[in-house]
C-alpha cells in the first residue's frame, strides 16, 4: 500500500517530505506501532542512529521481554553469543 500525502499538506507542515517522513515514522515508534529496527528501516538509517533521533527528543526505547529474546535468538543464529 501507498500512501500519498498531498502537496498541499507537506506545505501546510512547512517541513520537507524527508522531514515530515521522519516525523510520521517517530511518531508511529513513540506510539508502539512499530518496532525500532522497522522505524530505521524506513528511514534507511542505521538503529544507533534512529536511537540517537529518538534520545533526542526525549522518547524511550520500547524494550521488553520478548523483544529481548528475540535480539538473543537473532545473535545467537549471527554466531555472536
Not at 17 to 26: H, M, S
Amino acid at each position: 500500500m501507498s500512501l500519498v500525502i498531498s502537496d498541499e499538506i507537506v506545505k501546510a507542515s512547512r517541513l520537507s517530505e524527508n522531514e515530515l517522513l521522519i516525523e510520521i515514522v517517530v511518531m508511529l515508534f513513540k506510539l508502539d506501532k512499530i518496532s525500532l529496527g522497522k522505524a530505521a528501516e524506513l528511514l534507511k538509517i542505521p538503529q544507533i542512529r534512529f536511537q540517537r533521533l529518538i534520545a533526542d527528543r526525549g522518547i524511550c526505547v520500547h524494550y521488553d521481554v520478548a523483544e529481548f529474546q528475540q535480539d538473543i535468538q537473532q545473535l545467537n543464529t549471527k554466531g555472536w553469543l
